[in-house]
């Protein structure tokens, strides 16, 4: 069964600090990995997209990784700031053609504190 | 900041009422869904359109429907409206073939309650 688990589930950290969210997934046969940030009460936004050859992007303090292999993912947030407070969803996709099917995972909610 | 907008944005009506939300996009995108998604819960595929004329039904159930009249616009409805109808509806569209790796583009979304 395709699948996208995401963890931790939520998780508070001090303005300033980093962070790593986890995203594992059983989705076969793989595209693409797509990290997006949904903000409270707004729909989510492309952070980053990775392709089965790629195991590195990035985007300003936005650093995610690919592992083709073990089908893992982190999206690692470098000197956090109180706007990075969201929803964090790792999405896969099973297809490159138009016709690909996303796979979405619950999710892991960031709150940055003062 | 994505071109795709919904309307409204809240909504609290009662159970029976006949509802429209609406989602419209300046982007010329080919493909819409949309998307049905509950607190802490994953997106949940309920309905996708990919051009005009032409709509199938998501993954999850629902008892909405939808119509494709215009490319920009893709609205969904629900006959009469009922409690377990209570969620966030999300509306997205993916670019013209060719655009890099189909990214979806997602509206603000609909907050429907019924009471």
């Known amino acids: 069964k395709n699948q996208v688990e995401q963890s931790p589930q939520s998780l508070i950290i001090l303005e300033g600090k980093n962070c790593t969210l986890q995203?594992?997934?059983?989705?076969?046969?793989?595209?693409?990995l797509r990290w997006y940030k949904q903000d409270t009460g707004r729909g989510p936004v492309s952070l980053t997209i990775?392709?089965?050859?790629?195991n590195t992007k990035s985007n300003g303090r936005y650093t995610a990784t690919l592992d083709a292999d073990t089908k893992q993912s982190s999206l690692h947030i470098t000197a956090s700031q109180l706007s990075d407070s969201a929803s964090y969803i790792c999405?896969?996709?099973?297809?490159?053609?138009?016709?690909?099917?996303?796979?979405f995972g619950r999710g892991t909610q960031l709150t940055v504190w003062p | 900041e994505a071109d795709i907008y919904q309307t409204p944005r809240y909504l609290v009506i009662g159970t029976g009422k006949k509802i429209t939300l609406e989602c419209s996009q300046t982007?010329?995108?080919?493909?819409m869904y949309w998307y049905q998604q509950d607190p802490g819960m994953e997106l949940h595929l309920i309905h996708y359109?990919?051009?005009?004329?032409?709509?199938e039904k998501g993954d999850l159930s629902s008892e909405s429907t939808v119509s494709r009249i215009r490319t920009e616009h893709f609205p969904l409805t629900l006959e009469s409206a009922r409690p377990s109808h209570t969620s966030q509806y999300l509306c997205?569209?993916?670019?013209?073939?060719?655009?890099?790796?189909?990214?979806?583009?997602f509206g603000p979304g609909t907050r429907l309650t019924v009471l």
């Open positions: 359109s990919y051009g005009v004329n032409s709509t």
């Open positions: 995203c594992n997934y059983t989705v076969s046969p793989f595209s693409n």
């Open positions: 990775m392709t089965f050859s790629e």
């Open positions: 997205a569209s993916t670019g013209i073939a060719g655009e890099v790796q189909d990214t979806q583009y």
């Open positions: 999405v896969v996709s099973d297809r490159g053609s138009t016709l690909g099917r996303l796979y």
């Open positions: 982007m010329g995108h080919d493909k």
